[in-house]
């Protein structure tokens, strides 16, 4: 009787993985149907985000679909910054670790900026410089 109350924490462990890991793989093959619309997306635990043209649309993942989606124009935006623990750094010399990760997005009107989270730096500076030469070649677009 003892040894069966030893392993009864193991097995809800073990049926708390097991639901976790469904739960995200939901998430998963939500997103990949989501992203399918798009033609370069991302994904990780804090957000989705998908880039067609010009515009940027991100939300939160959930096991449906993803949710709190909001789509901006690259043509609107005047700065692009990568934000690590709060603080602006630099795309060319990112930091080594971070907590606290998000590409901002500044905007030409006078409305609040965007910041769309990301788990890795790597990956949300690939990101920033990539959009940062869309912003460069639609502004330059734009002269014309």
């Given at each position: ?39 370069r997306a991302k994904y990780d635990i804090y957000a ?22 909001e789509t901006f124009s690259l043509k609107e935006v ?67």
């Amino acid at each position: 009787m003892e040894r069966g109350l030893l392993w009864l924490p193991l097995l809800a462990a073990f049926c708390w993985l097991a639901w976790s890991g469904w739960n995200e793989y939901q998430k998963i093959e939500a997103y990949r149907r989501w992203a399918e619309q798009f033609e370069r997306a991302k994904y990780d635990i804090y957000a989705v985000l998908g880039q067609n043209g010009s515009d940027l649309t991100w939300g939160k993942p959930t096991r449906n679909e993803p949710v709190n989606l909001e789509t901006f124009s690259l043509k609107e935006v005047k700065s692009i910054n990568l934000v690590v623990d709060n603080q602006v750094v630099d795309l060319e010399q990112p930091p080594d670790k971070g907590r606290a990760i998000a590409l901002e997005f500044q905007f030409l009107k006078p409305i609040d900026p965007v910041k769309i989270p990301f788990t890795e730096i790597p990956l949300a500076v690939e990101w920033g410089k990539y959009l940062q030469s869309l912003t460069i070649a639609l502004g330059e677009g734009n002269r014309e």
